[in-house]
């Protein structure tokens, strides 16, 4: 909660939200009186305004309410919330960000409280006994500001480059040369090993240059791919049939093409990923055609994606699609 109490304290006392999406929410001063009736407005201007307390109120009744129908029973969640709710994945993102923030904000706070600074290079793994004798506590600070700033985290999966220091500083009741971890003991986090690529979310993350150093590339990755998980029957995307909106069904190439030219930076990944999409789809009833002519319009909105004209990533993807297809039918 005080997280949510920060930012009502930054930004204003209440805030308008709208039920549209077109229109932004806006932060309402100390002077708004509220009311009994905290909705308004017609059309697009169709608002609700909450107070922190109206926040802190639902909150409060998402995380205490968590009720599973099984087996003729109702059951109550009384540990943590539940998966797939609407607020869930807000909920834990915010949860887990507090911590990270307190952490960066002890490292700045540190480094700010010492003129004297000096150039570390790096640090033992472990605090020798006469530490303080050596290194100064905010020249430390700033140091591993600095390595932690490639600390990334998308909801509980966190990836962090040439970070040698996060085992160390993994929990809140670890120290490190006096610095407090990050996230509490009660969380259970699994360390994968140290490796020159990482596997993380659907992204590969590896050396351009193949030396273990900067640049860095990605490449798509498919956990379903490995051995451990190739018995496992997947239907990815729904058959053309489904009593789905068309609308959804045709924003599936869409939403997966942005999600791709965003996270990849490999073009050959990148076409081989949307060919494969292409080609499911297709065997999943959809019309080859449709495909094509929505794909080339959004390459069209990105006609230098990778540095090649649209046209040509285009023809590329197609034979690419048309060989999977091939490969798929005998």
Known sequence: M???????????????????????????PSTYIPTSTRRGGTGYDKHTIFTLDDLIHLLRFVIYHNYTFFADKIMH??????????????????????YKRDFY????QQAA???????????PTEEPPN????????????????????????IDDTESINNNYLEQLLYTNQTFFGIRGIYP??????????????????????SRNGNGRSPLKTTFYNKFSKAEF????????????????????????????????????????????????????????????????RLFQL?????????DASRTTQQRIRHLMHALTAENSL
């Open 77 to 98: 969640q009384t540990k943590g919330i539940s998966m797939g709710g609407n607020a869930s994945v807000y909920i834990a993102n915010h949860f887990l960000f507090t």
């Open 113 to 123: 409280s010492s003129t004297a600074l000096q150039i570390i290079s790096s640090l």
């Open 131 to 154: 530490w303080q004798q050596h290194y100064d506590s905010a020249s430390i600070a700033l140091y591993l500001l600095d390595i932690f700033q490639w600390l990334f985290r998308f």
């Open 299 to 307: 390459l069209k909105d990105y006609p230098y994606l990778y540095g």
């Open 230 to 293: 190739a018995a496992l029957a997947l239907i990815r995307y729904t058959h053309n049939s489904s009593n789905l909106a068309r609308r959804l069904k045709d924003n599936i190439l869409t939403g997966r093409f942005h999600a791709l030219r965003r996270n990849l930076t490999d073009k050959s990944s990148f076409c081989n990923t949307i060919a494969s999409i292409l080609a499911q789809l297709t065997h999943r009833g959809y019309s080859n055609h449709r495909l094509l002519r």
């Open 2 to 28: 005080e997280l949510y109490s920060n930012i009502f304290d930054r930004h204003g006392y209440a805030i308008k939200v709208f039920d549209t999406l077109r229109k932004t929410s806006q932060w309402l």
């Open 105 to 108: 904000l002890q490292l700045e």
């Open 185 to 206: 003991p009660e969380l259970l986090i699994t360390l994968s090993e140290q490796a020159d690529h990482s596997d993380y979310l659907d992204i590969t993350i590896s």
